[in-house]
């Protein structure tokens, strides 16, 4: 929200600096996003008066001006606008100054062969409003050679965000009575007269859903001239963003920014009969003011007449009622209306106003007699007119919150004394009503007051912030205990071991484009979609952590990178059948690009493969307490990734711990990228909790033999994956057998057709005593016996 220190000034009376003010409200918690001084703009720009003016010798539509500037003498400028003739004022641009709608910087230069000594200039050219149909027209007592940013008197504007409990603030008055409260000047509170209408209302007014609009009032003004509003209205619109457009609606704007409470103006001749606040019907349709046509539903709110809707309540008015420069009697409408009711609407239209802002926090009930009154005080004034008497449906909800205060909570809660007189004294300011016995009665305009503490938090921040003590939080005696889960110690664990592997480690979104995210749903679930995302490119939950990986692969190799190991460690989300969040702790790798650079050594640089994941994702389960002897190499790691070159790691058939390999050419075709990416999912809570060895684990005793290896080489069949046959071999005899470890994969000459031979190495421990050859054979026989099982036979 924009305001300038002018307009603060219509509201507030105080000698306090730019500087000051600025600094108090960032101690109010109203946050300064900024400062702009426009005056800094115009440096260059004076008032000047055209003495004479000339056809041009060279050219029919530029005349050459003698501009007196007030400081010696006149200057020749040479100009293009229809409008500039002898006796006017207007402001002249000196050589070197930036016109700044454009960022020219002026010079003294030849114009068709004559001199030109700087420009004259129009509206637009200075930012000061739109028109452009000639330069500006000053009035005949405007002092020649004042600075222009001093005769218009421009202001340093204020940028403030306004957090979503204070909609008090969204009005510039709000923001005084804030300031006022805190010491820096005397809030500006004056009565607002009433005006007494001169004849009935020709209109019927209506709510036919008191609970979406519980008070609707207005009233009608006959016989206005529409026209521009005045200077000092436009330049305080512009100072807050806001473009001029004529005195009937710049009215309404002005109420809004400055007292936060949105209205409307109708042109009367466009209405047809009563003007009802109602439910839409479904499929009733609105022009709106922004030109796109909305389509309603039973669940919103609008203001219609016998001909149609002409306003989406609370957020947007419609086209086809809207006052011209032709209007000569309006409509005044100004409502209360629920603010859950204009959220809805305005998240399922995707319509954004500084109406729907203000409505949707809560806006003061309280003013509409009086934003009424001061709205149609300022249409007489600027355009004229009479006015009818005040229409009134319903009653708005002037219910607040009276709450039993105790002033020691204030330092209980705020951790600072403040005496009982302050804090009384701050309360009443802020316009709360502090009865003899501390029984405080909420303004209407404060609607996120329900509670003690939040009289506390007025105190507090009044009072000062940074005048509470710094104060350190106690200390329990003993020994500190442990306050991260194991599930957040098994994270940091993983976390450290990627880093440790080579792997970088991103920060992505936890939303996604749909695009991005469709190829990654997980079969039988729904991904979850936000209603009103802040872009349509965050709109879907990540399905799976890949998406934002390989968009971050994407981009950096856009860039020229030649090889990327990116992980993540976060959560995934879907919707289960049953409408249960599928929520998961998962760890996502991508490497792409080359594994190892080209080199006089190796030659050509060399990619990524599936084993290279496959080794990542064994490593990092390994780390994370999985027990990855036990694991088991399948398939169907899912349709993203190559049927051929991919697989997944479970624990037993059903538990998956990881899926790994190189992605489906669709996947990396959906996310513009070449080459074999390989990807790495990692399911950390699948994995299974370690048991609970006791406190301390038991003091290592070497074993008092030295082990025995043993060498077998079998024939398998050539679809048997080697892990099979290990597990096999080590489960064979688990009191003797300590590790099994794969050293040969033979296939060629002596090989069966369709049959690989297998070698691996047994490492047997024995414990009491050595080992006899009777042992050592039974242990051989049990060896055979469960290779046999897989269909393997002993290679002679």
Not at 95 to 120: C, D
Not at 217 to 234: M, T
């Amino acid at each position: 929200m924009k305001f300038s220190a002018e307009w603060l000034a219509r509201h507030l009376d105080t000698d306090a600096t730019t500087a000051e003010i600025a600094a108090k409200l960032n101690e109010l918690g109203i946050e300064v996003e900024g400062v702009d001084d426009p005056a800094r703009a115009l440096e260059g720009f004076r008032v000047a008066e055209v003495l004479t003016a000339a056809p041009h010798p060279q050219a029919d539509r530029l005349q050459v001006l003698s501009v007196d500037t007030g400081e010696g003498a006149p200057l020749q400028v040479v100009c293009g606008a229809a409008n500039a003739r002898a006796g006017m004022k207007g402001v002249l641009g000196l050589p070197g100054a930036t016109v700044p709608a454009n960022g020219m910087v002026l010079r003294k230069s030849a114009i068709r062969g004559v001199e030109s000594n700087g420009m004259m200039c129009s509206v637009r050219e200075l930012q000061l409003g739109d028109e452009h149909e000639g330069i500006i027209e000053l009035p005949a007592d405007a002092p020649v050679g004042m600075p222009v940013a001093e005769y218009f008197r421009s202001s340093p504007v204020f940028d403030v965000s306004i957090t979503p409990n204070r909609p008090d603030c969204m009005g510039v008055h709000g923001i005084a009575r804030d300031l006022a409260a805190a010491g820096l000047g005397t809030l500006k509170d004056a009565p607002i007269p009433a005006i007494a209408g001169s004849f009935p209302c020709p209109v019927t007014i209506r709510t036919n859903d008191p609970a979406g609009c519980p008070a609707f009032f207005g009233r009608v003004i006959r016989g206005v001239k529409n026209g521009p509003s005045p200077s000092w209205l436009q330049q305080a619109l512009i100072s807050a963003g806001q473009r001029p457009i004529s005195a009937l609606v710049d009215v309404t704007n002005y109420l809004s920014l400055g007292f936060g409470r949105p209205a409307h103006v109708y042109d009367l001749a466009k209405l047809t009969g009563p003007v009802v606040a109602r439910r839409a019907t479904d499929g009733e349709e609105v022009l709106a003011l922004n030109g796109k046509t909305y389509r309603l539903d039973p669940s919103m709110l609008v203001i219609a007449d016998d001909a149609g809707v002409h306003d989406i309540a609370g957020i947007m008015g419609g086209e086809e009622s809207s006052v011209t420069d032709g209007t000569t009697d309006v409509l005044l409408e100004i409502a209360y209306f629920d603010p859950e009711s204009i959220g809805a609407t305005g998240r399922k239209l995707g319509l954004a106003s500084d109406a729907r802002t203000r409505f949707e926090r809560g806006v003061d009930p309280a003013f509409l007699e009086d934003g009424l009154e001061l709205l149609t005080g300022m249409i007489i004034e600027f355009c004229g007119g009479e006015a009818s008497e005040v229409v009134r449906a319903g009653t708005p909800p002037l219910d607040t919150a009276v709450i039993g205060f105790d002033p020691q909570l204030t330092q209980r809660l705020g951790g600072v004394a403040v005496p009982d007189g302050e804090q009384r004294t701050i309360l009443e300011r802020l316009g709360f009503a502090v009865a003899a016995d501390w029984t405080v009665t909420a303004p209407t305009w404060r609607p996120d007051i329900i509670g003690p503490a939040d009289l506390v938090e007025e105190v507090v921040r009044v009072h000062g912030i940074d005048r509470i003590e710094s104060v350190a939080l106690p200390r329990a005696d003993g020994v500190a205990r442990p306050t991260a889960t194991p599930a957040q110690l098994t994270e940091r664990r993983v976390r450290r071991a990627a880093a440790a592997r080579g792997l970088m480690e991103a920060v992505t979104w936890s939303f996604l484009p749909a695009s991005a995210a469709e190829p990654f749903v997980t079969e039988g679930e729904t991904p979850w979609v936000l209603d009103n995302p802040i872009s349509e490119d965050l709109k879907v939950m990540r399905p799976s952590l890949l998406p934002g990986l390989l968009l971050a692969a994407g981009r950096n190799m856009a860039r020229g990178a030649a090889a990327l190991r990116l992980f993540e460690i976060g959560r995934r989300y879907g919707r289960s059948a049953d409408g249960s969040s599928a929520e998961r702790l998962t760890l996502g790798v991508v490497l792409a690009g080359e594994r190892t650079p080209r080199g006089w050594a190796s030659g050509k640089a060399a990619g990524f493969d599936a084993f290279n994941a496959k080794a990542e994702a064994l490593a990092l389960l390994a780390e994370a307490g999985a027990p990855v002897d036990k694991l088991q190499v399948m398939g169907e790691a899912g349709a993203q990734f190559h049927p051929g070159q991919s697989g997944t790691l479970r624990l037993g058939p059903k538990v998956v711990l990881a899926r790994f390999g190189a992605l489906h050419p669709a996947t990396l075709k959906a996310f513009d990228l070449t080459g074999a990416v390989m990807a790495v999912e990692l399911f950390l809570d699948a994995i299974p909790p370690r048991k609970s060895a006791g406190f301390a684990k038991p003091a290592y005793s070497p074993p008092p033999l030295q082990p025995v290896l043993r060498d077998y080489a079998f024939l398998v069949p050539v679809t048997l994956p080697a892990g099979d046959l290990l597990r096999a071999v080590k489960g064979a005899d688990k009191g003797n057998i300590v590790d099994v470890r794969l050293f040969d994969d033979f296939r060629g000459a002596g090989v069966p057709e369709g049959q690989k031979s297998l070698a691996v190495e047994v490492l047997l421990q024995p414990q009491g005593e050595s080992y006899t050859e009777a042992v050592l054979t039974g242990i051989s026989d049990k060896v055979v016996a469960a290779a046999a099982k897989l269909g393997a036979t002993l290679r002679g």
